[in-house]
């Protein structure tokens, strides 16, 4: 049995909520005022009963019957007036407050380092953001208020039962005690069941989003098939834990119900004979049944009620386990701005893991000084530590030893954002936004003009393709730019980066998708847009970085060599030997033909 199904959830998370309902506070006490009278006019009905039947019909008086249907109908407004302005106050409150918690756990994720999706995938992110939050709102919204207002009617009914008859009260009490047993004892196996089913949605909505963001793949594989059997299975099993969280729901209902009317039908028999023996009047008897009804009806609706408060328990705990989460890169208390100028980036004896891989180094006594304005390449085999470089200067992890410091400030002392922003990045994946071609290349720069914009993607070798789509730069590109090829991808993020117009530049093989005519193009947009800042270029293709003002080689972590390329061809056997697998062009000693032109 799972953790989840194992472990007992209670109602305590939702007062995690309060924060959240406090700064509502006027509209819940007059939700509340409102939920208090329409429970008053409903346990009134029952008295204006009374009185009709003993005074009216006994008495055969007609002033008093038409005075008393007028009462009824009174209290019937009043009733109605109530209840509307409690559903709209509680409807209200439930959105609201339901919009405030998805904005806080959103906004909360956005601030997690790349670590916290290390171990949780986004779907499950999203199903928290959606089926939790709405379980959440039916319970504020709903449930909430009509589990209070039948908590009322519940213990109203009970009082005014105890006036009208004290001895058949007695009774109605002790049949009422007797439902509470199975009420706990089936509650429990519910909230399990509701915290089981909770995860098996997140767990099928985290395998449809991890599968749809990766459609081209699963087709090019033909494995359709293979994974609509699998979303059939997590379906499935999301199925069956709900079925077997339903299943203990109407057992809890059908013996609270069976219980309660039994109890009643029996009270209510003693009830008869007591109009019969004199001992009271029909119209006591009228009242204690209707109050019977109500407070019978009170304890099947808070029963139903109990059962989502359980549910939305499990869904607030899911939640707060996401508001809960730190992310371990952090602001540092007191922080120093970043210096417009500076001697550059410098690495010092840096040694990091990622927290998924502990026992393997990523980097390990690493140092390096990038000065001020200088094109440094890194290449390497794949896992090197190129990539990871740029995550920990973007500050996405910290290193475990060691220190980052540019123009001679640690960039753990320089705010979040001040510093992403001094740093712009064009990956090798180019993520695409859906909307136009505009937001896109505006998105590190949204208050840009258009001939900005435009200068952006004419350097960046974009402006030709951008003019020929339907629209321009308002096209609007689809979810993840599917409108537009790797390449054209590409270009839009380069010019994205470009106009940021940031000191540091950071391109992890920025002209992987292009064609070779686009490549020479977008490579001189790239050296001219290097210029006057500092760039630090990851490329396997060596073509690419031969103009670098100086090459840094990496293998395990490590800096094995570095220098210009001509230069690494004689000194770096590692170097030569990547160049060599490339080209397939072999000299001497490791060697590459140097007389070729461009490696191209």
């Given at each position: 049995?799972?953790?989840?199904?194992?472990?007992?959830?209670?109602?305590g998370p939702l007062f995690s909520l309060l924060p959240f309902l406090r700064p509502y506070a006027g509209r819940w006490a007059l939700a509340f005022l409102a939920l208090v009278t329409s429970a008053g006019a409903t346990l009134l009905l029952p008295v204006a009963f009374k009185y009709l039947i003993d005074h009216g019909f006994a008495a055969g008086d007609r002033t008093h019957i038409d005075r008393y249907f007028l009462a009824l109908f009174g209290v019937s407004l009043v009733l109605a007036g109530a209840t509307a302005l409690r559903f709209y106050l509680v409807s209200w409150l439930g959105e609201r407050v339901t919009a405030d918690l998805r904005r806080a756990v959103y906004d909360h994720v956005l601030e997690m380092s790349p670590q916290f999706f290390e171990t949780t995938q986004t779907g499950e992110v999203l199903s928290r953001l959606t089926t939790d939050t709405t379980l959440i709102q039916t319970v504020v919204g709903t449930s909430l208020s009509l589990g209070l207002r039948n908590f009322f009617l519940l213990t109203g009914g009970v009082a005014m039962l105890a006036v009208t008859s004290p001895v058949l009260s007695g009774y109605i009490i002790v049949t009422l005690?007797?439902?509470?047993?199975?009420?706990?004892?089936?509650?429990?196996?519910?909230?399990?069941?509701?915290?089981?089913?909770?995860?098996?949605?997140?767990?099928?909505?985290?395998?449809?989003?991890?599968?749809?963001?990766a459609?081209?793949?699963?087709?090019?594989?033909?494995?359709?098939?293979?994974?609509?059997?699998?979303?059939?299975?997590?379906?499935?099993?999301?199925?069956?834990?709900?079925?077997?969280?339903?299943?203990?729901?109407?057992?809890?209902?059908?013996?609270?119900?069976?219980?309660?009317?039994?109890?009643?039908?029996?009270?209510?028999?003693?009830?008869?004979?007591?109009?019969?023996?004199?001992?009271?009047?029909?119209?006591?008897?009228?009242?204690?049944?209707?109050?019977?009804?109500?407070?019978?009806?009170?304890?099947?609706?808070?029963?139903?009620?109990?059962?989502?408060?359980q549910r939305a328990a499990g869904a607030t705990e899911r939640l707060l386990q996401l508001l809960a989460a730190r992310s371990p890169v952090v602001?540092?208390?007191?922080?120093?701005?970043?210096?417009?100028?500076?001697?550059?980036?410098?690495?010092?004896?840096?040694?990091?893991?990622?927290?998924?891989?502990?026992?393997?180094?990523?980097?390990?006594?690493?140092?390096?000084?990038?000065?001020?304005?200088?094109?440094?390449?890194?290449?390497?085999?794949?896992?090197?530590?190129?990539?990871?470089?740029?995550?920990?200067?973007?500050?996405?992890?910290?290193?475990?030893?060691?220190?980052?410091?540019?123009?001679?400030?640690?960039?753990?002392?320089?705010?979040?954002?001040?510093?992403?922003?001094?740093?712009?990045?064009?990956?090798?994946e180019s993520v695409i936004f859906s909307g136009s071609v505009l937001d896109n290349i505006r998105y590190g720069a949204p208050d840009a003009t258009l001939a900005e914009v435009r200068r952006a993607a004419d350097m960046a070798a974009?402006?030709?393709?951008?003019?020929?789509?339907?629209?321009?730069?308002?096209?609007?590109?689809?979810?993840?730019?599917?409108?537009?090829?790797?390449?054209?991808?590409?270009?839009?993020?380069?010019?994205?980066?470009?106009?940021?117009?940031?000191?540091?530049?950071?391109?992890?093989?920025?002209?992987?998708?292009?064609?070779?005519?686009?490549?020479?193009?977008?490579?001189?947009?790239?050296?001219?847009?290097?210029?006057?800042?500092?760039?630090?270029?990851?490329?396997?293709?060596?073509?690419?970085?031969?103009?670098?003002?100086?090459?840094?080689?990496?293998?395990?972590?490590?800096?094995?060599?570095?220098?210009r390329h001509a230069d690494l061809l004689l000194s770096s056997p590692l170097y030569a030997q990547l160049a060599a697998l490339q080209f397939g062009e072999h000299q001497g000693q490791g060697g590459v033909m140097r007389d070729q032109v461009g490696f191209a």
């Open positions: 049995m799972s953790d989840a199904v194992a472990r007992p959830v209670r109602i005690i007797v439902v509470v047993a199975p009420i706990v004892i089936f509650g429990r196996r519910v909230r399990r069941l509701s915290r089981a089913s909770q995860d098996k949605v997140a767990n099928a909505s985290a395998l449809a989003g991890e599968v749809l963001n459609m081209p793949t699963v087709q090019s594989y033909t494995q359709g098939p293979y994974e609509a059997r699998r979303f059939a299975g997590a379906v499935e099993t999301a199925f069956e834990t709900a079925l077997a969280r339903i299943r203990a729901r109407a057992w809890l209902t059908a013996v609270v119900i069976v219980l309660v009317f039994t109890a009643i039908v029996f009270v209510l028999w003693l009830g008869a004979q007591a109009v019969l023996a004199g001992r009271m009047t029909a119209g006591q008897l009228s009242q204690f049944i209707l109050y019977a009804v109500f407070t019978a009806g009170a304890v099947g609706a808070v029963a139903e009620v109990w059962g989502d408060l602001e540092a208390q007191t922080t120093v701005p970043l210096p417009a100028r500076g001697d550059g980036i410098r690495f010092e004896n840096i040694g990091f893991s990622y927290p998924s891989r502990p026992g393997v180094a990523a980097l390990s006594g690493l140092s390096l000084d990038v000065r001020a304005g200088e094109h440094v390449a890194l290449v390497g085999p794949s896992g090197a530590g190129k990539t990871t470089l740029f995550q920990l200067l973007l500050r996405f992890y910290d290193p475990q030893t060691g220190s980052i410091l540019i123009n001679g400030v640690p960039t753990q002392q320089v705010p979040l954002v001040e510093l992403r922003r001094a740093i712009g990045v064009v990956l090798q974009a402006a030709g393709f951008i003019e020929e789509l339907p629209e321009g730069y308002d096209t609007f590109l689809g979810e993840r730019g599917v409108r537009l090829s790797g390449g054209q991808r590409q270009r839009i993020a380069i010019a994205r980066a470009i106009l940021k117009n940031p000191p540091i530049l950071l391109l992890d093989e920025a002209t992987s998708a292009l064609d070779a005519a686009s490549e020479r193009l977008v490579q001189t947009a790239l050296d001219n847009a290097a210029q006057n800042r500092t760039t630090l270029v990851i490329a396997h293709r060596l073509a690419t970085v031969q103009q670098a003002d100086r090459i840094i080689v990496l293998e395990q972590g490590r800096i094995v060599a570095q220098g």
